[in-house]
């Protein structure tokens, strides 16, 4: 691990120094990485969630639940029924509410009296209530299926705004990320029955702003704040020790507790399914189905590169709302044409696929986002004086002089033409000679022969699609080839006319299984022998550049 | 479970009507049962354990404790090095402790970073400090061995004395009984990480009053105040309820929870070694070596029968200090014969010879102790009213008016009468015939053909002693005619003249391998076929009165 790569403390601001970015969200400060995480698993603290009868009085709950302290927000929806997240002001109306709830009668079952903060609210005499009147507003966690997606789309005006939408529509929203962040406080609970000073955070998907409704929540067990009492009582000629248990290794360490802690979500934890210890991976993590949440989780111990690449991701995401919405498009189109899939295999990973993205929006003219060298010799210059207040400040000044120019970087590279761009660059990279490098954002000879080679950002000497075999790549490229050959043959009046997806929509069909009529229109006016040379051509006249460019 | 035989909350001082109790111990009012576990509990609580340096400064250990608070009492002991029990005034003083000390450096070994009461004291530079000149007092924590316990018996002026004086060697002392306390309050850690409500109670030996020192320690995961909240917010339409893990059984669960809690003993506990799970026993339990406290513990769930088993057994052995006198030298007795062994066999378990004894305290004329029929009687008669004040007073009256009467009950039953009594009442048992019932203190038919059958005074269906095989009760009753006939033909004056061990000494040397004259001259004198056609006699004409009797 490189430790220049740290960026823990570093503000988000610091990026407004590099010039290119435009801003498109300058209006108010972005919290950065570490901020976002504490406010949220504070805010998990103070929440609990309670399983409701389907015909729920919203107010009346809310009456009740008031008796034990003021609720901040909360917000219902349907997970094996419907389910409420009620978020209190204060962390001690917990302790108050628990004090009243009771245990359930063993008289058909026997419970393992674990008192967590999952509850079951019951009417006693359903009938005799009033049903509530006004529907419960449910807030979704699933995103729709891409058949309702395409429809959506097409009643879009333009291809950035299929873009957006589609972002929108997969994108976590807050209720998500609250359950994320309360699934990671349940956990903690556990964690901390014995480790009062351990923490179970997202990474990832979850905090990464690239997470999908529907993905799985990666955490991480972290003891970093056990050793904060360890230099204590050096004075005086005594010292005193815990007595530990010692084991041989860190990993050996690791994978106990982390058996530990699984074997107590199996027994004692309400909802707690399908646990499963994978020990003796690389990283040794505890997969389970967490029922109340309805998040499918891995628990894992605190993994410093895991985090990086969430933070970096973060970063990215944050500087420029166009990078989200390209992500999430690819994303979505690889995972329609079969480049990507959740289980593990050759199919490039999601992660893979991202950094690709980002790897473009690094190398095309001028670029989106800056390189990882970039960011930390701009992290270098800030180190010491960057304080918050002034670069507040320093935004407001950016967003007052040059929000003209950020207009036109807009309007000239609109998301539509990134889009079309992103196919044509990949569409014509030459995979069998350069590796992608995120750090300094450029093509650089593979090291190995792996057919897909993309540096990892924080370990510079692993391929992280190392998994990805000749046949995936290459469908990826005739894929990408086949995507920029329709966007850039685009008719959109004509497509609507002839009530056809058009844009974003006519690229998330499976191109060998289309009934079109557009389809075969294609397939009649020009053979794909005659696309691939063409575009086989301009790839060699690029490659040529290219490795002109390296020369110097 | 006979729901009669309850004894939770009898005060001890009911026995005082029981009249033919003789009161040696009626100075200070005994404590019940319930009290003593409260008050130990509470002591365990506010108490750490520190490993310390063989060469420890006492007065500076207490001088840098006192910076945490106020200690009410501290001994040293030999276990693995010198250790240090610590019990502070409050329990506040062990954050304050906790909170001081560090962590052990990770350098050579991974800690698992489990914060518990267990501590290592160090001086920094051993070298450099003045060394204790006063050695340190180490409260010793084991027994005896029986040749050294022979020749310290050979120097007491009688029978009794000797009984005493073994008594005195094999119990437990306070000390030991502190730390088998704090050895559960130690697991009640674990078990409050995860059901705070939960306490761990030590029962059998450690708090019967008839625990060897070495003994395991027996303990219990107790849930009963869990539901104490259960009944709460039954107003209003709504209730709340946790969710809960739900299983078929009470078994299964107690299964899963021994099994989590044993894994968290086995990968978080410092010093908690040889972990073995015994789930499938029809009381499922876990085993342990617990090496700061030198322990051997077996960990079960709460199982009433055992609970009052223990109590029963505290009230006999509070009742008048010959019965415990009696039951240790019984015990030892067996021991040193190999009529009892601690692995499981066809061997009488200490429990069932235990159970004897008590039964032929009750049987004797006039007896010793109550039979449990009498105790239940005493024990309804003085349900509504019996308050301990009033029962104090009434114990001041007993000690002024019968002093003169106990001391001659004392006098004229003392100890080595009863052992005399023990050997010859079993060395003429029909166990053929008979069973030995605590209940009634009476012997009645055998309802079936084991050879030794005791019923358990709280499972009336059960027999205590199923596992005793034939031959071995042969063994006991060869045993106890033969020390019945010593203990008849003991000549002091000349064991002592001899150099020969004497009375109770003479007992504990292994009849078959003694090579001391006396034994050859007994074997001379009068021929082992001779006491057994004697013997016989006696007991045909003991069950043939005995047979009137029960015809009665």
Do not use: H, T
């Given at each position: 691990i490189d430790n220049d790569f740290r960026f823990g403390r570093w503000p988000l601001c610091l990026y407004?120094?590099?010039?290119?970015?435009p801003y498109a969200e300058v209006s108010t400060r972005k919290k950065t990485f570490a901020e976002v995480q504490t406010e949220r698993l504070d805010q998990a603290e103070r929440t609990v969630l309670i399983k409701c009868p389907s015909k729920i009085n919203e107010k009346k709950l809310l009456q009740y639940l008031s008796s034990h302290g003021n609720v901040k927000s909360h917000f219902f929806f349907e997970n094996r029924g419907i389910s409420a997240l009620i978020e209190f002001s204060e962390k001690g109306s917990i302790a108050s509410l628990q004090d009243a709830v009771g245990i359930p009668s063993a008289s058909e079952h026997h419970v393992v009296p674990f008192k967590s903060r999952l509850f079951t609210f019951t009417l006693k005499n359903p009938g005799s209530q009033r049903i509530e009147e006004t529907p419960l507003h449910l807030s979704p966690q699933c995103h729709i299926p891409v058949k309702d997606l395409i429809e959506k789309l097409c009643l879009a005006d333009s291809i950035s705004s299929q873009m957006y939408m589609l972002l929108n529509e997969y994108q976590l929203t807050e209720e998500n990320i609250k359950l994320r962040f309360l699934a990671c406080s349940l956990v903690r609970d556990f964690t901390c029955a014995y480790f009062p000073d351990s923490t179970v955070k997202p990474f990832g998907s979850s905090v990464n702003t690239f997470g999908k409704l529907g993905s799985d929540v990666d955490m991480f067990l972290d003891f970093r704040d056990t050793g904060k009492h360890a230099t204590k009582m050096k004075k005086g000629p005594?010292?005193?020790e815990y007595q530990m248990k010692r084991l041989p290794s860190e990993r050996l360490a690791t994978q106990r507790i982390l058996s530990v802690i699984g074997d107590c979500l199996d027994n004692f934890g309400p909802g707690c399914v399908n646990v499963q210890k994978i020990l003796n991976a690389r990283c040794p993590l505890v997969k389970f189905a967490h029922q109340p949440t309805?998040?499918?989780?891995?628990?894992?111990?605190?993994?410093?590169?895991?985090?990086?690449?969430?933070?970096?991701?973060?970063?990215?995401?944050?500087?420029?709302?166009?990078?989200?919405?390209l992500v999430f498009t690819i994303r979505c189109w690889a995972r329609v044409h079969g480049l990507t899939n959740s289980a593990p295999g050759t199919w490039i990973t999601n992660f893979s696929l991202t950094m690709m993205v980002m790897f473009f929006l690094q190398r095309r003219s001028p670029p989106i986002i800056p390189t990882l060298d970039q960011l930390k010799e701009l992290a270098g210059k800030h180190s010491c004086?960057?304080?918050y207040c002034s670069l507040f400040n320093f935004f407001i000044i950016l967003k007052t002089n040059f929000s003209l120019l950020l207009l036109m970087a807009l309007v000239f590279f609109p998301l539509d033409v990134l889009l079309g761009e992103f196919f044509e660059y990949f569409g014509n990279f030459d995979?069998?000679?350069?590796?992608i490098n995120l750090r300094k954002g450029k093509e650089v000879n593979k090291p190995e022969s792996s057919p897909l080679y993309i540096w990892n950002p924080f370990e510079q000497d692993l391929n992280i699609s190392k998994n990805v075999?000749?046949?995936?790549?290459e469908k990826f490229v005739a894929m990408a080839r086949e995507s920029a050959w329709i966007l850039q043959k685009e008719d959109k009046t004509q497509q609507i006319m002839d009530k056809e997806p058009w844009g974003l929509a006519a690229l998330l069909i499976p191109f060998g299984k289309s009934n079109s009529s557009k389809?075969?229109?294609?397939?009649?006016g020009i053979g794909s022998e005659t696309i691939r040379s063409l575009l086989d051509s301009l790839k060699l006249n690029n490659a040529n550049s290219q490795q002109k460019a390296v020369g110097k």
């Open positions: 407004a120094e590099w010039k290119e970015v005594f010292e005193m309805g998040f499918q989780c891995d628990l894992s111990v605190s993994n410093s590169i895991a985090i990086r690449s969430s933070e970096l991701l973060y970063i990215y995401g944050c500087l420029d709302s166009r990078v989200r919405a004086f960057c304080g995979f069998r000679k350069n590796s075999n000749q046949p995936q790549l389809m075969k229109n294609r397939m009649k």
